[in-house]
């Protein structure tokens, strides 16, 4: 089945930086779509990032030029580099993995949590 496994949250100061790392298993890994999303305190879930099977890639506004996704599909890897963390990126963070071809496919990882606080 599929498996996406996140890691790298921890507790950070603001503006420092953290990479997050999703592992997926049990799929074809390079025709998905791979994403970002993070859900804070109180708030819906939200999405940070993408980046398509071409290597295209989309940013929430809130993150633009601070967070980087990347995708390795040898390793299977889909990662985000953040970087010039605030107070407000707080939140859980999940992996996600789409397709859409005759059926849509759609899977999450557990998520990990991103801390920012001084």
């Known amino acids: 089945q599929v498996q996406l496994v996140e890691s790298g949250g921890g507790l950070v100061q603001p503006g420092g930086s953290l990479r997050l790392s999703c592992a997926a298993s049990?799929?074809?890994?390079?025709?998905?779509?791979m994403g970002w999303y993070r859900q804070g305190p109180g708030k819906q879930r939200e999405l940070v990032a993408t980046?398509?099977?071409?290597?295209?890639?989309n940013y929430a506004d809130s993150v633009l030029g601070r967070f980087t996704i990347s995708r390795d599909n040898a390793q299977n890897t889909v990662s985000l580099q953040m970087n010039s963390l605030k107070p407000e990126d707080t939140a859980v963070y999940f992996c996600n993995a789409a397709l859409r071809s005759v059926q849509y496919y759609n899977y999450w990882g557990q998520g990990t949590q991103v801390t920012v606080s001084s």
């Open positions: 980046i398509t099977s071409g290597g295209s890639t």
């Open positions: 049990g799929m074809r890994f390079s025709i998905f779509t």
